[in-house]
């Protein structure tokens, strides 16, 4: 009897193994070929995003893309899990500084055999040098997002400003002279974790340490690089707007911060240029420009990029990665309609096209590509964001003793950093 | 003693293997397998590496590790006996002699079978600094607003708070049930006796629903133990990491860093404090009442 049971068993576990096998069926090799993708686009990005895949499914009739969109926050998850099963779809999207930990173990195809020499010439090269390892490409950029700066021209008019602030002191005097002149907030940077931790205040500090000449890690990114004089400095800036001018909100999160600016309760805002579609729908009469050289005359600024990859497969089809290719070629090709999002197109030829230099904003800020800060390339990135982020938080809200703060923040930097 | 030609283990077995399997599949070797990878070094790409008891060594040296369970421990100190008791004080009103208990019962019920990211998200509305409808009513009446997700000592409070909104009404659920067992003929012969209501409440409602308070006080402990969701919604674990609970953690080095054995060895941590305190509960509570 016990054998007839483990039979019945078998033959369960066997059948359950049919029923697995038979959900990857090959497409038939004629007619276009069709390709999938995964998105972490949603809201108004998903939308302009959706369009553009729509008018390159138009465009030709040779390759059908599939698109799909994964709620930002899963996205990560589900694409590693994808990939180390070897199931992913045909064309991801990675941001730059996410991309280490799939080159290092292998889950990115190389497209250096399939890219159009003419195509890799027209992209911008420092958004491009960011995908290449060892001189492999394994992604192509789609866009650059750094960190901007808006400003309110009806606040500051009212003020009586007419230059817009560039250097930590300008700051400082615009920003007392719209809070005498007109009671509103002089900045608006978010120092609170909410739904997003205050990942903006990570992003101006290493923005103002490259300013200064300085770095967040070091040249091989294996130890923290800020406990000195260039990030005392700038972490007291960011102290003071709260805690002794008192031009800056405290418990300000960021979706706050973003309503503060929209709502002209604040004068000057940094945020990534993903802002301005949300800030053009709000009617306020704002400017946008590049991150200024606050503490140097050099204006770097941090940035992400937004980069299309093609995951190596189990069965890699060559038509298939052709056809991705094509697609990934269109879609940086076509960066003025990217660029409605708010994002700085990467290849040359569309910065000149007349429809980008027609969209308002966008050209402003268009400059501010060539100071691009590159994200460290060490698989603990992700785990030194957002703890930077939270120390930070603490270090500005509570207004912790700069230079003990620093030195702890560095202490915990490198034991992460020694954790991997 | 069996009937003949009945095949009982074999029937049992046959009828119970849709459910075993499943269970063996997402259960038993999620668990198992949990347990493996806590003792390697994987960040799910790659091959794990084996490393020993490494990832257990590092944790109780980690001091976000020992935050997060304090916090953790924080937000089950906060919520447990609130909602015992206010669950308990649920199941008297709907089960007293009010007109309106049919109507209380829903009011009371309904937050619970919202999801959490519902409950969650319109809470935070509520109690956003600068628009929400809390601050609104401190200012209109003179006050200054509060930080009720951004302030260290409010966060945890407030995420209690909605908490104690959201899953009250489950507790209400047990206790009412638990009370209806209760003859009726000890209610009344008390009434006869001239008991007044808080007597009859203390005397015997507390001691005769107690399995039922026993049962509730190990359910709620484990649910707040597990507490996560609400968290992640409304503070994100800020102001910076002061509400990261200990799960909220788990899930950052799993699937954020993707430090899968070190996040599987916290799991493993946290399964051993859970099956600790509900076994001991259990002993210390379960026996009293026995005896």
Not at chain 1, 135 to 149: A, E
Not at chain 1, 230 to 251: F, I, S
Request: proline residues 4%; aromatic residues 14%; hydrophobic residues 45%.
């Amino acid at each position: 009897m016990k054998g007839k049971v483990s039979l019945v068993l078998l033959a369960v576990f066997l059948s359950m193994g049919l029923l697995f096998a038979q959900g990857a069926k090959e497409p038939a090799s004629s007619g276009p070929v069709e390709i999938t993708f995964w998105s972490l686009f949603t809201g108004g990005d998903g939308e302009f995003f959706d369009a553009m895949v729509k008018e390159y499914n138009e465009s030709q009739n040779k390759v059908v893309m599939k698109n799909d969109t994964v709620k930002f926050d899963n996205y990560y998850t589900k694409l590693t899990t994808a990939l180390a099963a070897g199931n992913a779809p045909d064309v991801i999207v990675v941001h730059q500084g996410n991309m280490l930990p799939y080159v290092q173990n292998g889950s990115l195809l190389a497209l250096n055999d399939y890219v159009d020499a003419e195509v890799l010439a027209d992209f911008q090269e420092a958004p491009l040098s960011g995908c290449i390892s060892d001189g492999k490409i394994y992604s192509l950029p789609l866009d650059v997002h750094p960190i901007v700066m808006y400003y309110n021209k009806d606040l500051m008019a009212q003020a009586g400003i007419t230059k817009v602030p560039q250097t930590a002191q300008e700051f400082i005097d615009a920003s007392l002279a719209v809070q005498k002149a007109t009671g509103k907030w002089g900045l608006a940077i978010d120092n609170t974790t909410g739904v997003y931790k205050a990942y903006t205040l990570t992003r101006l500090f290493m923005s103002m340490l490259a300013q200064q000449g300085g770095s967040l890690l070091n040249a091989d990114n294996t130890k923290a690089n800020f406990s000195n004089a260039a990030g005392e400095r700038a972490l007291v800036w960011l102290q003071d707007l709260v805690h002794t001018y008192k031009v800056n909100p405290n418990e300000l999160d960021y979706d706050a911060a973003m309503n503060v600016f929209k709502m002209g309760d604040a004068a000057f805002y940094f945020n990534g240029v993903w802002a301005t579609g949300t800030l053009e729908q709000s009617g306020l009469n704002f400017g946008a420009a590049p991150l200024p050289g606050i503490m140097g005359d050099e204006p770097w600024a941090w940035a992400g990029s937004h980069t299309l990859a093609v995951p190596v497969q189990k069965n890699q089809d060559p038509r298939k990665v052709e056809a991705a290719v094509d697609f990934i070629e269109w879609m940086t090709g076509h960066g003025e309609l990217w660029a409605k999002a708010g994002q700085i197109p990467t290849r040359k030829s569309v910065t000149e096209k007349a429809e980008f230099k027609a969209l308002p904003y966008r050209a402003d800020y268009a400059a501010a590509a060539a100071y691009a800060l590159e994200t460290p390339r060490t698989p603990a990135w992700e785990e030194i964001y957002g703890t930077m982020s939270d120390m930070l938080e603490e270090a500005v809200t509570k207004k912790l003793p700069a230079k003990q703060a620093l030195a702890n923040m560095e202490k915990k930097i490198n034991g992460i950093i020694a954790s991997y | 003693m069996a009937i003949p030609g009945n095949k009982d283990t074999r029937d049992g077995l046959l009828f119970s293997l849709p459910f075993l399997i499943v269970f063996v599949i997402f259960m038993i070797f999620p668990l198992v397998f949990g347990l493996i990878i806590s003792f390697f070094n994987w960040n799910i790409l790659g091959t794990p590496s084996f490393i020993g008891l490494e990832n257990y060594f590092a944790l109780f040296r980690d001091s976000k590790f020992y935050s997060s369970l304090w916090h953790t421990f924080e937000f089950v100190l906060m919520t447990t006996p609130a909602l015992l008791l206010l669950g308990f004080a649920m199941a008297l009103a709907v089960t007293g002699g009010s007109p309106l208990k049919g109507v209380m019962e829903n009011v009371f019920f309904v937050p619970y079978i919202f999801s959490m990211t519902v409950v969650s998200t319109l809470w935070a509305w509520i109690m956003q600094k600068d628009f929400g409808i809390f601050n609104q009513l401190l200012v209109a009446t003179g006050h200054g607003p509060v930080g009720w997700l951004t302030n260290e000592k409010m966060a945890m409070w407030s995420v209690a708070l909605t908490t104690l909104w959201w899953t009250a009404g489950f507790n209400m659920v047990l206790f009412s049930a638990g009370i209806k067992q209760i003859p009726k003929e000890v209610y009344e012969s008390a009434q006869i006796d001239g008991a007044s209501w808080w007597q009859v409440v203390r005397k015997i409602t507390v001691p005769l629903v107690a399995p039922t308070t026993v049962l509730c006080l190990i359910l709620q402990v484990i649910a707040s133990f597990n507490v996560f969701g609400q968290v992640y919604v409304m503070t994100g674990g800020g102001p910076y990491g002061t509400t990261r609970v200990l799960v909220q953690y788990i899930y950052e080095t799993g699937f954020k860093y993707f430090k899968m054995g070190y996040s599987a060895a916290m799991s493993y941590i946290l399964f051993l404090i859970i099956l600790v305190i509900s076994v001991v509960q259990y002993l210390l509570l379960g026996r009293k009442e026995e005896a």
